[in-house]
């Protein structure tokens, strides 16, 4: 059964203080990694898609990068507007996009 | 990228009834995607719609709980049906947008069963 998994749960960081949110997977036959920001109240906003392992995508202060198992998703300096849910969802061929239930990512000024 | 309009934002309804979430799109798309998110969990894919078919339910969900209409190829619409307070969760909607976009989802509508 294809699993996603994200850690931690909730993670809170000071302004500027850089840190990584951690998306495991057990995708058969992965066709693609998505990232997604969610806001309270709000539906997901896509960030990234990865494709391949070694594959690696950057937006302003977050970077995205892909291993055969798992992915990341790197803040650097975080600022208090990058608060919010970040979810991870893997595609396969057979199976519909699968989510892991997501990182609180809280930043402090 | 795709703008997904989808109302309600929110309800509050009594058990028993039935509520339709509506989900517009601004351009023509194959397939549109239904998903429940439940409190403090992630998003579940409830079924896909294509125009001119059956929509295709996923393990857990049936078609006289959760009835789906795609009349064309840029609206659906979901219901959900003899509600009861399990069933409060956030309904969102989706389509596959090209590799640069993802899946782009509606701001979704926010259900409380009471």
């Known amino acids: 059964e294809d699993q996603v998994t994200q850690s931690p749960e909730a993670l809170r960081l000071q302004e500027g203080e850089s840190s990584s949110l951690n998306c495991s997977y057990t995708?058969?036959?992965?066709?693609?990694l998505f990232w997604y920001r969610q806001d309270p109240g709000k539906g997901p906003e896509f960030l990234f898609t990865?494709?391949?392992a070694g594959e690696e995508k950057e937006k302003e202060r977050l970077k995205a990068t892909l291993t055969k198992k798992e992915s990341f998703l790197h803040i650097t300096a975080p600022k208090p507007e990058d608060s919010a849910t970040y979810l991870c969802?893997?595609?396969?061929?057979?199976?519909?996009?699968?989510f892991g239930k997501g990182t609180r990512l809280s930043v402090i000024a | 990228s795709a703008v997904i309009s989808q109302k309600p934002s929110r309800d509050i309804c009594q058990r028993g009834t039935s509520l339709t979430i509506q989900c517009q799109v601004d351009?023509?798309?194959?397939?549109m995607f239904w998903y429940r998110q439940q409190p403090g969990q992630s998003l579940t894919l409830i079924a896909t719609?294509?125009?001119?078919?059956?929509?295709?339910?996923e393990s857990g969900f049936v078609i006289d709980k959760f009835p789906i209409s795609r009349p064309n190829l840029t609206f659906s619409t979901l219901t959900v049906s003899n509600m009861s307070p399990e069933d409060s969760s956030i309904y969102l909607c989706?389509?596959?947008?090209?590799?640069?976009?993802?899946?782009?989802f509606g701001s979704g509508t926010r259900l409380t069963v009471v």
């Open positions: 989706s389509v596959e947008w090209g590799p640069n976009y993802g899946y782009t």
């Open positions: 995708v058969s036959g992965l066709r693609g």
């Open positions: 990865l494709y391949s």
């Open positions: 969802a893997g595609l396969s061929g057979n199976t519909p996009l699968v």
């Open positions: 351009s023509q798309v194959t397939m």
């Open positions: 719609a294509n125009q001119g078919s059956e929509a295709t339910y």
